[in-house]
């Protein structure tokens, strides 16, 4: 009979091995994208949309396929243009980043916009959004963003009409 003592601790080590790799898998596709700057325009008593903006900086080609918030029913990609001399906002499947650009969302250009607000959003506090990402080879990977509601006035962004 052989007593086999490297066997066990070699296995151990080896599945150690695998788990720290699928670890910084995650970690990587995590870090892939870089949000900042992001904040929600307050709203009023009532009104039930609000526009989220922020930069947005892929590493590697990516798009942005979509959006949720717990304040709101859904949230949409959006992009405004002109037609015909008047802004025209316009749901977009998705939102390309491709790599190493700074994709600005801001007012008057690509937003998301928060549908069906629970809530009044005020100035200074902080909204949580999820966005979901997509590599060019089809992996996806969320991306957690907390918003800071500002009291943002001036133009820039239209009115939702319901
Ligand atoms: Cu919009």
């Not at 080879?137 to 509601?149: I, P, R």
């Amino acid at each position: 009979m052989q007593i086999q003592t490297g066997k066990p601790g070699q296995r151990a080590r080896a599945v150690a091995a695998v788990l720290v790799l699928a670890w910084s898998a995650a970690a990587i596709a995590a870090d892939a994208v870089s949000v900042s700057n992001p904040w929600v325009r307050a709203t009023v008593p009532g009104q039930s949309v609000a526009g989220a903006y922020m930069d947005i900086t892929a590493k590697a080609n990516a798009a942005l396929v979509a959006a949720e918030s717990p304040v709101a029913a859904k949230v949409e990609l959006h992009t405004m243009t002109m037609d015909g001399g008047v802004m025209k906002m316009r749901a977009i499947e998705k939102l390309e980043l491709p790599a190493n650009t700074t994709v600005s969302l801001r007012p008057g250009g690509y937003h998301m916009m928060l549908i069906d607000i629970k809530r009044e959003l005020k100035a200074g506090e902080r909204v949580p959004l999820k966005l979901t990402v997509q590599e060019r080879k089809g992996a996806k990977s969320t991306l957690q963003v907390n918003a800071e509601v500002r009291a943002a006035t001036g133009s820039g962004h239209m009115r939702h009409e319901k």
